[in-house]
């Protein structure tokens, strides 16, 4: 989880895969038998000040890692004697619900509820599908939204309703597009029933930076689409015009002319038959 939601490098100088083992062994240690702190920077060239940075940056990520999985086994130890109907109801999605409590704070709750459904969908199909993401970091994102699925939806409605334009009513005299920006992200926690503050801030990042590479994919085979139609209309053009000119005087002259010595050719054959 933590280098899925925070990418290698993220928390500046130092931050490195073999540093964040550190880190991870120090978090799982604390409790019981930390380190030194000076022994574990030293072994990946920081500075004893460096490398608390670190562990402090990312112990927010480690914290809520370890929270949500406490509340899934919690969740399984009660669910244990659940029938089907019940699991598959557990995973449905939460963004009907969250549309209705945040209703009278936007503009179009229902329409940035089915725009954020189709956001969260498009980001699955654009993480099985492209080939920018090695597929380990694939099987992790998807996992993480599996896993989290309440607070990747509830980012979802958040980037639908700030970076989605509503035209005023068409009576306003001022008829002009605007965003729902009084829409701030405790709204959206407190609306949510299961999303932590911590776990939102540092899933929102991540869906707004799909969001914008989604949205260049989809402008740049717009854009060849354009292209290649653009290219291909000449030639259709040409070919309706050669179809409808009429032949010239010459043209006819000749074609008046083979069929004339075809008839001849005809003549001839069938006398010295």
Same mark, same amino acid.
Request: overall charge positive.
């Given at each position: 989880?933590?280098?899925?939601?925070?990418?290698?490098?993220?928390?500046?100088k130092?931050?490195s895969?073999?540093?964040?083992?550190?880190?991870?062994?120090?978090?799982?240690?604390?409790?019981?038998?930390p380190?030194?702190?000076?022994?574990?920077?030293?072994?990946?060239g920081?500075?004893?000040?460096?490398?608390?940075?670190?562990?402090?940056?990312?112990?927010?990520?480690?914290?809520?890692?370890?929270?949500?999985?406490?509340?899934?086994?919690?969740?399984?130890?009660?669910?244990?004697?659940?029938?089907?109907?019940?699991?598959?109801?557990?995973?449905?999605?939460?963004?009907?619900?969250?549309s209705?409590?945040?209703?009278?704070?936007?503009h179009?709750?229902?329409?940035?509820?089915?725009?954020?459904q189709?956001?969260?969908?498009?980001?699955?199909?654009?993480?099985?599908?492209?080939?920018?993401?090695?597929?380990?970091?694939?099987?992790?994102?998807?996992?993480?939204? &599996?896993?989290?699925?309440?607070?990747? #939806?509830?980012?979802?409605?958040? /980037?639908? !309703?700030?970076?989605?334009? $509503?035209k @005023? +009513?068409?009576?306003?005299?001022?008829?002009?597009e605007?965003?729902?920006?009084?829409?701030?992200?405790?709204?959206?926690?407190?609306?949510?029933t299961?999303?932590?503050a911590?776990?939102?801030?540092?899933?929102?990042?991540?869906? &707004?930076?799909?969001?914008?590479?989604? #949205?260049?994919?989809?402008?740049? /085979?717009? !854009?060849?689409?354009?292209? $290649?139609? @653009? +290219?291909?209309?000449p030639?259709?053009?040409?070919?309706?015009?050669?179809?409808?000119?009429?032949?010239?005087?010459q043209?006819?002259?000749?074609?008046?002319?083979?069929?004339?010595?075809?008839?001849l050719?005809?003549?001839?054959?069938?006398?010295?038959?």
């Amino acid at each position: 989880v933590l280098n899925i939601r925070a990418r290698v490098k993220q928390f500046g100088k130092g931050d490195s895969i073999e540093s964040r083992k550190l880190v991870l062994l120090q978090h799982n240690l604390k409790a019981t038998a930390p380190l030194e702190t000076k022994m574990l920077a030293s072994a990946v060239g920081l500075k004893p000040a460096a490398f608390d940075t670190l562990c402090n940056k990312a112990s927010h990520y480690i914290d809520v890692s370890s929270f949500n999985s406490k509340k899934r086994k919690a969740r399984s130890s009660l669910q244990t004697n659940t029938d089907a109907t019940t699991r598959a109801a557990a995973v449905q999605s939460t963004i009907p619900a969250l549309s209705i409590r945040l209703g009278a704070q936007v503009h179009d709750s229902h329409g940035y509820a089915r725009r954020a459904q189709q956001l969260f969908s498009d980001m699955e199909r654009y993480i099985t599908t492209t080939s920018t993401i090695s597929s380990p970091r694939k099987r992790g994102y998807l996992q993480d939204m &599996q896993r989290s699925r309440a607070t990747y #939806e509830a980012a979802c409605f958040y /980037v639908t !309703a700030r970076g989605t334009r $509503t035209k @005023k +009513s068409r009576n306003s005299s001022d008829s002009v597009e605007q965003e729902d920006m009084q829409l701030s992200i405790q709204d959206v926690i407190h609306a949510s029933t299961s999303v932590s503050a911590l776990d939102f801030k540092g899933i929102l990042p991540m869906v &707004q930076e799909f969001a914008m590479e989604m #949205e260049k994919d989809q402008k740049k /085979v717009a !854009a060849a689409t354009a292209s $290649t139609r @653009k +290219s291909a209309a000449p030639t259709t053009k040409r070919k309706r015009a050669e179809a409808s000119r009429k032949p010239t005087r010459q043209e006819e002259s000749s074609s008046i002319d083979g069929a004339a010595q075809a008839l001849l050719e005809s003549v001839e054959s069938a006398a010295n038959g």
